[in-house]
Structures are given as structure tokens and as C-alpha cells.
């Protein structure tokens, strides 16, 4: 949904102009939002679902959606059922479009600058509890603040940190990365994770590193080259066989 609310309907709209359609608009009912144009005479809309990645790969198994954008690779079990538009693993049906990223705060007036991505594991899963367990300059017990991920919550970065660890039942759950935010900023204990770079006084991003490699920033490079931990692929799924032509294109636009 984090996507399909500005990424995904830019880019129908985007390819809609490019391709020569006039009057391109968009307009959003509830979880449908529809880009429409007029071309040659004729009206034409594209609709974007606003679900769940499980939900759209269900939906094309059904033949209700003509292809999926999702922030997780499809699952063997999922291609498998869409055999029938090829090999969903295969170059002409997968494209990574772009890349999501996903960020970890503290309070600003936290000394901590970085972590490994066990340590962040281990505070989520609750093993970890209080500040002075990894600082020497920092205690007090660790209030943990995550994004609602959803549906496709242990199938993302947070279940791979977790790895078999479970969430600690303390940790809060809120809807937006602004609600994330906000409560890091009143919170001198807190630790946050989403996926939205910090935008609040009082909010700060720490450096991450995996396995205790070098520690990564969450810049341009690192994210590009995939050295930030903690950066996950942003996939179009569509059918090389039993396919719309004009998705195809689509697809062909969004890697240009």
C-alpha cells in the first residue's frame, strides 16, 4: 500500500503522457486509484489495487490483476500457480524497478550512531533490554516503535533480522512512518524502524552494518549497490506469455 499511495500510480501516469495519451488524471477511491487517457479517440484507465503483495499475486492467479508490484520476490508456491505466464523468476517477468529502504532511529539525544544488524535483532526479540547492555554512555529500559507492515510482515527485512527470534510483544506497532517518528522524538529510550528517513527534530538515523562488516549509511551509493543492509528490491511481476502487450511496455518505461 506504502507504495501504490504516489511510486506506482506516478509512474502509470508518467508512461500514460509518454505514450501519447492527453487528459492524464488521477483520482483514488477508497483502495483503487485509476489513471485515465484518452488516446486516438478512445478513453483508456489503468487501475491500481491498492493490497497486500500476497494479495496481488492471488489476484493474478485469479486473473483479476494483469501483474504485481511488490517489495518481496515471489514465493516458489506463487510462481508455481502462474506458470502459465512463464517463469516468474525469469528476466522477461520479473524487473526490479527500484530499491525500498528501511531505517532505524533513535532519540536524538541517544550517544548511539551505530549497530549491527544482531544487536538490532536481538532488542527487537527482546534478549536486549536496556541501553546500558550495549553503551557505556547511555542506559534506561528500550522502548521499541515499528511500522505496521502488514500481511507481508515476516516475509521483509524485519523477519530476516529477527531471523528465528520472535518480536517482542512489548514492541508498538504504529500505521505511518510519521507516527514512527514522532514517537522516537518523545521518547529518549525509543528505537524506531520504517521505511522513511528521519524528517523530525529530535530523530536521528543510525549506520548499520551486517554480520560486523563496515558500517553503511543509507545514501544514494550504498543503496544503489545494495551495501545498505537493510535495502530491499522493488519488483513488477508481469506474464511474458498471456500478457498484455501495452504491460509489457509499461514494464520496458519503469527500467528507462
Not at 13 to 22: E, I, K, L, P
Not at 41 to 49: D, E, F, T, V
Amino acid at each position: 500500500k506504502r507504495e501504490g499511495e504516489k511510486l506506482f500510480p506516478e509512474l502509470a501516469n508518467a508512461w500514460m503522457r509518454a505514450r501519447g495519451y492527453t487528459s492524464v488524471s488521477t483520482s483514488t477511491e477508497r483502495d483503487t486509484i485509476t489513471i485515465s487517457g484518452n488516446k486516438d479517440g478512445k478513453s483508456k484507465r489503468i487501475l491500481i489495487a491498492k493490497s497486500s503483495a500476497k494479495g496481488g499475486f492471488e489476484g493474478m492467479i485469479q486473473g483479476r490483476v494483469e501483474g504485481v508490484f511488490s517489495s518481496r520476490p515471489i514465493e516458489s508456491g506463487e510462481a508455481d500457480r502462474l506458470s502459465a505466464y512463464g517463469d516468474m523468476f525469469g528476466p522477461q517477468n520479473e524487473k526490479v524497478i527500484g530499491h525500498d529502504i528501511s531505517f532505524v532511529y533513535v532519540n536524538s539525544s541517544n550517544p548511539i550512531t551505530n549497530m549491527n544488524g544482531e544487536t538490532l535483532g536481538r532488542i527487537l526479540s527482546g534478549e536486549i533490554t536496556d541501553w546500558s547492555e550495549i553503551s557505556d554512555k547511555k542506559e534506561g529500559e528500550i522502548t521499541i516503535k515499528v511500522e505496521n507492515l502488514g500481511v507481508d510482515k515476516n516475509l521483509g527485512i524485519l523477519a530476516k533480522i529477527l531471523g528465528e527470534r520472535e518480536m517482542v510483544e512489548t514492541s508498538k506497532s504504529l500505521e505511518t512512518p510519521d507516527d514512527v517518528l514522532g514517537a522516537v522524538a518523545r521518547d529518549s529510550n525509543a528505537i524506531g524502524f520504517s521505511h522513511k528517513p528521519s524528517s523530525f527534530s529530535g530523530v536521528k538515523n543510525i549506520a548499520l552494518n551486517e554480520r560486523n562488516a563496515g558500517t553503511f549509511d543509507p545514501n544514494d551509493f550504498n543503496i544503489s549497490t545494495e551495501a545498505y543492509p537493510f535495502t530491499e528490491r522493488l519488483y513488477l511481476y508481469i506474464g511474458s506469455n498471456n500478457s498484455a502487450p501495452e504491460l509489457a511496455d509499461f514494464a520496458d518505461f519503469a527500467l528507462s
